[in-house]
């Protein structure tokens, strides 16, 4: 069996004294993408952040790569290099001066940047067009497929996304969805993302994780978005949400 | 109606060179930091040390010390006490910054009035008197454009993420509480010795004017830090020029000169406008 990317071990995360997370266990299999959803004020952020060393924890255990992260969330440059996170509603104050080519260079962290990668970061996303184009100037969809560029100017492992479909319409979070799955494919990406979409989720995801500050279900789409597996994360009377497909 | 003065005649003066390249020197500054100020919303940050500074140099006055050199460790425990104020009071940064700039502007202003020897230079402290700019405050204006440079370049990478995205900027590596904390030190240190040539009431508009004018016009980055530090400096040195020139007060002709480029700069970005489309109305 190949090695885990990620392995969580009874992890608890406080935010402002009271949990956020409590005793959730889990791993990501290589090149899997698994969906993290839950009701708002579920914990998903927070997990994911800790996850990624960006809040510490309080405990329990977090393995990346191969590494185990320090109470603190220190991690190793070389692991840190090899995982990228998406934020949830990155927003672009109106005329903030800095190019498309040049946000994507930032998230190149390594000695040296090599001539094209952020040449061909666009063009994997399919934002070659938008370089010159200053940041505060794209839309929500545009926005999305930069910040993806970002991530992805160097080869990495693992992608977390925190709500990455959220303020798009529903075309545009197609269009965002089979992107990724393009990418996932092409780059021999694992995904975790959190998202609220129930109904991509179940098309596109491998596994799906219920978080409600605990882990209530894990499994394929089909077991763990059953009717009765929802209603024990979001509790009774839950409607499901997704987007009205034209 | 005061005779203009000719430019040559100006440039013989030894004090006029020194004020020249004060003006430079601080218009530079100004420019470059307060690019990064602006994008951090720490507008109003500088003001208030601004404001506070005044304290300081009334301090200095009573202690029988050199303002600038007084100036300098004042700053910096303003920037690092309204810093932990903010992070742990968790009340609003601008109400935080109005209480601690208009009370030590109080205490300042009630401490003059006991110095009798600083009476007169009320409206120096205020305005500033960037003809009588030293060659010891010329080189710290040197050696912080040189470190403001430095650590420029260096935190290029960081200061843009932390200030787009927190969460961002950490997840990839940027030690994020550090360079908020080493640049708003680093803020208050040049503003703490650019007081003595603006003024404390003109100082934020060395920080922030060139650098909203040059937003309004840049297309990159670079670009817009580059022309913010240029816009600083041209100001600087043309704003002497004609305070020099008509006999009226420096800091005062220099914001009024970065006003005029300001104003140019709306013109310009409000023409390049006509006829795009507004941000975000290309589809998705």
């Known amino acids: 069996m190949a090695e885990m990317i990620l392995t969580v071990e009874d992890l608890t995360v406080r935010r402002e004294g009271v949990n956020a997370v409590e005793e959730v266990s889990f791993s990501l299999a290589p090149q899997t993408d698994t969906a993290l959803v839950g009701p708002n004020g579920a914990g998903k952020s927070s997990l994911v952040k800790a996850l990624l060393g960006l809040i510490p924890h309080q405990g329990g255990s977090v393995q990346l790569l191969g590494q185990r ?61 938008l370089a010159e184009r200053l940041l505060s100037e794209l839309s929500g969809g545009e926005i999305q497929r930069v910040l993806l560029a970002f991530c992805l100017v160097r080869p990495r492992r693992l992608l977390v996304l925190d709500e990455a479909q959220a303020g798009l319409d529903a075309q545009g979070a197609e269009r965002f969805y089979l992107l990724l799955q393009e990418l996932r494919r092409r780059e021999g990406l694992t995904i975790l993302q959190v998202s609220h979409d129930l109904e991509m989720v179940r098309r596109s995801c491998d596994r799906v994780l219920c978080l409600n500050r605990r882990l209530r279900c894990s499994g394929p789409p089909a077991h763990a978005l059953s009717p009765a597996q929802l209603e024990l994360v979001y509790g009774k009377g839950y409607v499901p949400y997704h987007h009205h497909h034209h | 109606m005061v005779e203009p003065v000719s430019i040559a005649s100006l440039w013989a003066l030894p004090f006029m060179q020194r004020a020249l390249l004060g003006g430079l020197l601080t218009g530079a500054l100004g420019g470059l930091l307060g690019s990064v100020a602006v994008l ?27 303002p600038t050199l007084v100036l300098i460790p004042f700053a910096v425990l303003f920037a690092l006490v309204v810093s932990a104020l903010v992070r742990r009071s968790q009340l609003p940064a601008d109400a935080l910054l109005n209480i601690v700039y208009s009370s030590s502007l109080a205490v300042a202003v009630l401490a003059l009035s006991f110095v009798q020897e600083a009476k007169g230079s009320l409206q120096q402290l205020l305005f500033g008197d960037i003809l009588g700019v030293s060659w010891l405050e010329l080189g710290l204006l040197a050696l912080l454009l040189l470190i403001t440079l430095a650590y420029g370049a260096h935190s290029r990478r960081a200061q843009i993420l932390l200030t787009l995205d927190e969460s961002l900027a950490l997840s990839r590596g940027v030690a994020v509480p550090l360079h908020r904390l080493l640049f708003v030190v680093l803020l208050a240190v040049v503003v703490a010795i650019a007081i003595k040539a603006v003024g404390v009431l003109l100082i934020s508009g060395f920080v922030v004017i060139p650098a909203c004018a040059s937003r309004l016009v840049s297309r990159n980055f670079n670009g817009y830090v ?15 020029f004609g305070s020099a020139a008509f006999n009226l007060p420096s800091g005062p002709s220099v914001v009024v000169v970065q006003l005029l480029i300001f104003l140019l700069a709306l013109l310009l970005a409000m023409g390049s406008r006509k006829g795009k489309p507004a941000p975000g109305a290309s589809p998705g």
């Open chain 1, 69 to 129: 992260l320090g109470p603190q969330g220190q991690l190793p440059p070389a692991v840190r290099a090899q995982v990228a996170y998406m934020p949830q509603s990155f927003a672009v104050p109106p005329r903030f001066p800095l190019s498309v080519a040049e946000f994507v260079a930032l998230g190149w962290d390594g000695p040296r940047r090599p001539r094209g990668a952020v040449a061909e970061a666009l063009a994997k996303v399919t934002a070659s067009a």
């Open chain 2, 40 to 66: 951090r919303q720490l507008s109003f940050f500088s003001d208030a040390l601004g404001h506070a500074a005044l304290l300081g140099i009334v301090l200095a006055i009573l202690l029988g010390l050199n």
């Open chain 2, 226 to 240: 580059g022309l913010s530090a240029a816009l600083g400096g041209c100001g600087g040195v043309l704003g002497l």
